[in-house]
């Protein structure tokens, strides 16, 4: 149980707040000192109703763990980060040491290891490009943030499953999966028999970090493409590099310092004289220069 108050000998738990404000009793065994440091505690609290301000003061560490889970980890809390739920939860409530143990359970909560939690989504129809592609799927890890992104001629189960596929011989199998309500996870996911999580249908934004990957990918293609916009698919992985190789807002690494423990190598980084150590640096920046 965390505490209220603690200072040094004195320890008060919210419980014993309660009782003292509630029936003016104090719990056995506190000396004269510990009980004037109760009192003068209690003296934030609105006498019987024990809120601090407008915020309602939360009794047990029970009942923080229920007040966590309906703003952070139940479908109306949506997975949302620390400071999100941190702000949405002390509005409304207090306990001491709230926001330490709204930080640690978001980590706990949240925490997967590489390739084990993963969002997925689809993006089209697009402009159908020349070897009939128009749509892209993209999954993102929420770890490290690395982005895999396939384009596709349909969006039927068959092909989405071939690419989910794809990624756990890449990366492993994932532990858990996030996705919209689209037919096209459903089925092939629970054949994976890997755990999946929808979306609500009228909050989206609850996958809200590959929704994120969408954007920018589209964001990049649009400066990139033909006055058709029927070549999308030629960039793609050119994109795709682009976004593992910049450092990430929340994570300060680039998805692919996560990944391989070592920054990305540009062209314009590889020797100029070509050895036997470089070769293959050197046809990479003279591949790019020829793209």
């Given amino acids: 149980l965390h505490h209220l ?9 919210s419980p014993e707040i309660y009782a003292f404000i509630s029936a003016g009793s104090y719990p056995s065994g506190y000396d004269k000192a510990q009980r004037q440091n109760l009192r003068r505690y209690a003296s934030k609290f609105k006498q019987k109703e024990l809120f601090v301000g407008t915020r309602r003061v939360v009794k047990t560490m029970d009942d923080a763990r229920k007040i966590f889970h309906e703003f952070h980890s139940s479908p109306i809390g949506g997975h949302t ?16 040491g709230m926001t330490v143990d709204i930080k640690t359970w978001v980590c706990i909560n949240c925490l997967y ?16 490009t020349s070897s009939g592609f128009q749509y892209i799927l993209t999954a993102t890890d929420y770890f490290s943030k690395w982005v895999e992104a396939f384009p596709l001629k349909t969006k039927s189960a068959s092909e989405v499953a071939q690419h989910l596929c794809s990624i756990i011989y890449r990366h492993g199998c994932l532990k858990r999966i996030l996705s919209d309500q689209g037919r096209e996870f459903v089925n092939e996911v629970s054949l994976l028999r890997i755990e999946r999580s929808v979306t609500a249908a009228y909050h989206p934004q609850t996958n809200g970090l590959d929704e994120k990957t969408n954007d920018n990918i589209k964001r990049a293609l649009r400066k990139l493409v033909n006055d058709q916009q029927n070549n999308w698919e030629v960039y793609l992985d050119s994109t ?28 314009s980084e ?21 793209r």
């Fill in 240 to 267: 795709l590099f682009s976004l593992r190789s910049k450092v990430h807002i929340t994570t300060k690494y680039t998805p692919f310092f996560l990944m391989y423990g070592r920054e990305a190598v540009f062209p």
């Fill in 113 to 128: 290891c590489l390739w084990e939690l993963i969002g997925i989504d689809l993006t089209g129809p697009l402009p159908k």
């Fill in 81 to 96: 980060g620390t400071h999100k739920t941190l702000n949405a939860v002390c509005s409304r409530f207090y306990w001491f």
């Fill in 270 to 290: 590889v020797p100029a004289q070509r050895t036997a150590g470089n070769c293959a640096g050197a046809d990479l920046a003279k591949f790019s220069q020829g």
């Fill in 5 to 13: 108050f603690s200072s040094d000998d004195s320890v008060r738990t």
